[in-house]
């Protein structure tokens, strides 16, 4: 018995989408004194591999199409190029939204994607993930968002872990199910039309799997959404919740179409399905007997023509925008208590410590007195630098987040940027202030208080460039290591262009400039 599907007429349904690919090929090169592959146009100098080649597939309203295959079949790749990840130009055939070519930039906006790898705030509730998420992609405010947000926990049944924590690493949370549930969540909010998923089942148990799928499955049937995931090993009640399955291999389609289809097809080329095994899992084993095309024919297909894209609309104003993501990052601080305590700790204690070992510097212009002067702003300098790296972990980890939602059209990186900063500098104060006020009274510099404020001024300036920069690199480093090398590196020649260590006049000419 099928399911009854709400259309537009009576459900007041938006549009259905029916996505295409015709002739869709990608394809990666290896330039010969190069380690890593990159895409390629026709450059002489390369070695080609095709991810995908020649793929045709159709995804329907009401429908789930599952994309199978063995490890390194292209079924992510295929993915991110229906969810408009990859542009057009690197890519060729056509990939067609209700027969019209695909404009990268809307799609994004009217689809949701979910990645295999479950990138959320840790210290952030379910409730407060997906309200923050409805903020963002909503219109119309608070209110609008509050009531999706909790319609959204009762159909992905959420309701009883709304108030824990999403946790994860060392720290305790809600479970594995929950938190995959939870990043489908993060992209229903704005009730997309076209959901697509990478492995929705990845790590898994076999119960919180078959709810997921089942979960997805309600959606398309009783919302006419156009769900196409990737999937490696379904079980068997899993299989039964698949409308279709494109098989891949190598990158090629070997099978598109139904299950029994499937079946009747392994049967014909003279293989019997174990009866422990499912029809897919066996296809994907014998996917070498499937083959119907040579492996050695490449077929080059013209780039398609892609309608102009159109820039991005956002459902909040810049301020708005800083509002929301001001608030999301006070939450997080005030619960990454352990790491600002301790930084607060550092600054108080760092500033007693070196106020007692300079206590009452001469300030009678000896040469003494002056060394003693230099070499506490030195020491000053070098502590402020080095203090803000542990910050890194932190920002790594919102990158991952930061590229998701705004390649969704969440929000401006601008707004980001903005926030972040009026979040962390009344932070930075408060640190600038704990280190100053004992330190500067203690080593005995000029005491009247505009010196101090001055003086605290300064460190506050010093402090907000550095974890500035730690932002910074964050965006551009691929990693924690490199990260922490590369900003050593570069403080370290802070440090020795500061004017502390060597004068101006005493430096090279060669590793010096002048206006």
Same mark, same amino acid.
């Given at each position: 018995?099928?399911?009854?599907?709400?259309?537009?007429?009576?459900?007041?349904?938006?549009?259905?989408?029916?996505?295409?690919?015709?002739?869709?090929?990608?394809?990666?090169?290896?330039?010969?004194?190069?380690?890593?592959?990159?895409?390629?146009?026709?450059?002489?100098?390369?070695?080609?591999?095709?991810?995908?080649?020649?793929?045709?597939?159709?995804?329907?309203?009401?429908?789930?199409?599952?994309?199978?295959?063995?490890?390194?079949?292209?079924?992510?790749?295929?993915?991110?190029?229906?969810?408009?990840?990859?542009?057009?130009?690197?890519?060729?055939?056509?990939?067609?939204?209700?027969?019209?070519?695909?404009? *990268?930039?809307?799609? =994004? %906006?009217? +689809?949701?994607? /979910?990645?295999?790898?479950?990138?959320?705030?840790? &210290? #952030?509730?379910? $409730?407060?993930?997906?309200?923050?998420?409805?903020?963002?992609?909503?219109?119309?405010?608070?209110?609008?968002?509050?009531?999706?947000?909790?319609?959204?926990?009762?159909?992905?049944?959420?309701?009883?872990?709304?108030?824990?924590?999403?946790?994860?690493?060392?720290?305790?949370?809600?479970? *594995?199910?929950?938190? =995959? %549930?939870? +990043?489908?969540? /993060?992209?229903?909010?704005?009730?997309?039309?076209? &959901? #697509?998923?990478? $492995?929705?089942?990845?790590?898994?148990?076999?119960?919180?799997?078959?709810?997921?799928?089942?979960?997805?499955?309600?959606?398309?049937?009783?919302?006419?959404?156009?769900?196409?995931?990737?999937?490696?090993?379904?079980?068997?009640?899993?299989?039964?919740?698949?409308?279709?399955?494109?098989?891949?291999?190598?990158?090629?389609?070997?099978?598109?179409?139904?299950?029994?289809?499937?079946?009747?097809?392994?049967?014909?080329?003279?293989?019997?399905?174990?009866?422990?095994?499912?029809?897919?899992?066996?296809?994907?084993?014998?996917?070498?007997?499937?083959?119907?095309?040579?492996?050695?024919?490449?077929?080059?297909?013209?780039?398609?023509?892609?309608?102009?894209?159109?820039?991005?609309?956002?459902?909040?104003?810049?301020?708005?925008?800083?509002?929301?993501?001001?608030?999301?990052?006070?939450?997080?601080?005030?619960?990454?208590?352990?790491?600002?305590?301790?930084?607060?700790?550092?600054?108080?204690?760092?500033?007693?410590?070196?106020?007692?070992?300079?206590?009452?510097?001469?300030?009678?212009?000896?040469?003494?007195?002056?060394?003693?002067?230099?070499?506490?702003?030195?020491?000053?300098?070098?502590?402020?630098?080095?203090?803000?790296?542990?910050?890194?972990?932190?920002?790594?980890?919102?990158?991952?987040?930061?590229?998701?939602?705004?390649?969704?059209?969440?929000?401006?990186?601008?707004?980001?940027?903005?926030?972040?900063?009026?979040?962390?500098?009344?932070?930075?104060?408060?640190?600038?202030?704990?280190?100053?006020?004992?330190?500067?009274?203690?080593?005995?510099?000029?005491?009247?208080?505009?010196?101090?404020?001055?003086?605290?001024?300064?460190?506050?300036?010093?402090?907000?460039?550095?974890?500035?920069?730690?932002?910074?690199?964050?965006?551009?480093?691929?990693?924690?290591?490199?990260?922490?090398?590369?900003?050593?590196?570069?403080?370290?020649?802070?440090?020795?262009?500061?004017?502390?260590?060597?004068?101006?006049?005493?430096?090279?000419?060669?590793?010096?400039?002048?206006?």
């Amino acid at each position: 018995m099928e399911l009854p599907v709400k259309t537009p007429d009576s459900g007041g349904r938006k549009t259905p989408y029916r996505i295409e690919t015709k002739k869709l090929s990608y394809k990666l090169c290896r330039r010969v004194d190069g380690f890593n592959w990159l895409p390629c146009g026709d450059a002489p100098s390369c070695t080609t591999s095709y991810i995908l080649r020649d793929v045709d597939c159709e995804a329907r309203q009401g429908e789930i199409m599952a994309i199978a295959g063995p490890s390194g079949a292209g079924k992510t790749t295929l993915l991110e190029i229906l969810a408009g990840i990859i542009p057009p130009s690197r890519f060729s055939g056509q990939v067609l939204v209700n027969n019209r070519p695909m404009n *990268g930039k809307h799609f =994004r %906006r009217l +689809s949701g994607y /979910v990645t295999q790898d479950d990138a959320l705030f840790p &210290l #952030l509730t379910v $409730e407060e993930t997906l309200m923050y998420s409805a903020r963002l992609r909503l219109c119309n405010g608070r209110n609008k968002a509050a009531d999706r947000v909790k319609e959204l926990l009762k159909e992905l049944g959420l309701d009883h872990v709304a108030g824990c924590r999403i946790g994860g690493g060392t720290s305790s949370g809600i479970s *594995g199910g929950e938190r =995959r %549930r939870v +990043s489908i969540g /993060v992209d229903l909010v704005h009730d997309p039309a076209v &959901l #697509l998923i990478d $492995e929705p089942t990845s790590g898994l148990d076999s119960a919180s799997a078959l709810h997921v799928i089942s979960l997805l499955k309600t959606m398309a049937v009783n919302q006419g959404k156009t769900i196409i995931l990737s999937i490696h090993q379904p079980g068997f009640r899993i299989l039964d919740l698949f409308d279709q399955v494109l098989l891949l291999s190598n990158g090629m389609v070997l099978h598109r179409g139904s299950l029994n289809l499937l079946g009747e097809r392994l049967k014909f080329a003279g293989h019997c399905i174990p009866r422990h095994v499912n029809v897919l899992e066996f296809a994907i084993d014998v996917t070498e007997c499937l083959a119907m095309q040579d492996q050695e024919h490449i077929m080059r297909v013209p780039n398609s023509n892609h309608v102009e894209e159109k820039g991005l609309s956002y459902s909040n104003s810049l301020l708005e925008e800083v509002l929301i993501l001001g608030q999301r990052f006070c939450s997080n601080i005030f619960r990454t208590k352990q790491l600002f305590v301790a930084r607060m700790i550092q600054a108080v204690l760092a500033g007693f410590l070196l106020g007692t070992i300079f206590m009452n510097v001469s300030n009678d212009g000896g040469k003494v007195g002056l060394q003693t002067r230099i070499g506490f702003f030195a020491f000053t300098l070098t502590f402020l630098l080095s203090s803000t790296t542990e910050g890194l972990p932190i920002f790594l980890q919102e990158r991952r987040i930061l590229m998701r939602e705004t390649s969704r059209g969440a929000y401006r990186v601008s707004s980001y940027v903005l926030s972040n900063t009026l979040v962390f500098l009344p932070f930075l104060l408060m640190v600038a202030f704990l280190y100053t006020t004992p330190v500067y009274w203690l080593v005995g510099l000029r005491r009247e208080i505009d010196g101090f404020l001055y003086f605290s001024l300064v460190v506050w300036m010093v402090v907000l460039m550095s974890n500035s920069f730690v932002a910074c690199f964050s965006a551009l480093v691929p990693n924690f290591i490199m990260g922490t090398s590369l900003i050593a590196g570069f403080m370290g020649s802070f440090f020795l262009f500061s004017g502390y260590f060597i004068s101006e006049k005493n430096i090279p000419r060669c590793s010096r400039t002048r206006n």
